[in-house]
């Protein structure tokens, strides 16, 4: 989900960095609570193995889910990815409008971590979107492209109607799909403007928008963001006491009522953003400001 190196000058950024955006209190010898909120080395063990393993069950499982029904499939999806995140230690709550049952449905939410997909794919499970290296990821890849994960080239401008109009083919088919349109991950404090592209997907199949709200406490641990490595962040997370993920759906989007793709993103970053809970009043960007593009987050463009 991070990436090396400079972004592509049109690629949504972030300037959020693991130093100054996913510094736990935990982390820092000289705070206050340093010691309090982190862990014991054997629960942490405990939790990541736990975590990893019910990773490592579902891809062992997943050949023989996929010859289920499609109602059961749904419902193991949905119980699989709430374990995986209870493994971990996360504790979970959400809140807001009931998730509709079935149909067709563009999802869309803020993104600060990988806990975000298994998060949602716990309530709303759907097909996602994600950058074409995450086939590559050992393990995650094969769980991702057994989901049906929808890997596109974030690189290329050329290739973004194709994205599109695979977009639309699910939904018209009464699929779910899940974008995080900021197209990139933010630290929780600081958040990115909604790119409308995914949005003309949802335009041209005629069905709702989801959107959904997602933070944690404390904001800092769960955090994934630019060049942070993958193991780093599993093990902030593990180490975290009391860390929670509040998870809430706003009420669906009708897009007929919105005058095209731009006038949505916007309605949905609104709907997203009046979601928003104790979001601090000084942002760890102000307090930091200096830092170079290629230390910026770069993801997936939506």
Request: net charge positive; with cysteine; hydrophobic share 45%.
């Amino acid at each position: 989900m991070t990436g090396k190196g400079a972004p592509s000058p049109w690629l949504p950024t972030a300037p959020c960095t693991p130093g100054h955006c996913a510094a736990h209190p935990a982390y820092d010898p000289g705070h206050p609570g340093a010691g309090t909120a982190k862990a014991g080395p054997v629960r942490c063990t405990a939790r990541l193995v736990a975590g990893l393993g019910t990773l490592l069950l579902g891809l062992l499982l997943a050949p023989a889910a996929a010859l289920l029904p499609a109602v059961t499939r749904l419902a193991l999806v949905r119980r699989w990815t709430s374990t995986v995140v209870r493994a971990f230690g996360v504790r979970v709550r959400y809140e807001g409008a009931a998730a509709p049952a079935a149909g067709p449905l563009l999802v869309v939410a803020n993104h600060v971590s990988w806990l975000d997909i298994p998060l949602i794919a716990a309530v709303l499970p759907g097909r996602s979107v994600a950058k074409a290296e995450v086939r590559r990821w050992p393990v995650l890849g094969t769980l991702a492209a057994l989901g049906g994960t929808l890997f596109i080239d974030r690189d290329g401008l050329m290739a973004l109607p194709g994205t599109v109009r695979s977009l639309t083919g699910v939904l018209a088919a009464g699929g779910r799909v899940v974008v995080f349109p900021e197209g990139s991950t933010w630290c929780g404090r600081e958040r990115g403007r909604f790119r409308p592209a995914a949005f003309q997907a949802a335009l041209d199949a005629g069905c709702a928008v989801q959107p959904v709200r997602i933070d944690y406490r404390p904001t800092d641990a769960a955090a994934y963001v630019g060049t942070d490595p993958l193991g780093s962040s599993l093990w902030r997370v593990v180490s975290t006491r009391r860390l929670t993920a509040v998870v809430r759906l706003g009420d669906p989007l009708s897009g007929a009522l919105h005058r095209d793709r731009r006038d949505l993103a916007a309605a949905a970053q609104r709907a997203v953003a009046r979601d928003s809970a104790n979001r601090p009043a000084l942002s760890v960007h102000q307090r930091s400001s200096s830092r170079s593009a290629s230390a910026s987050s770069a993801r997936t463009p939506a």
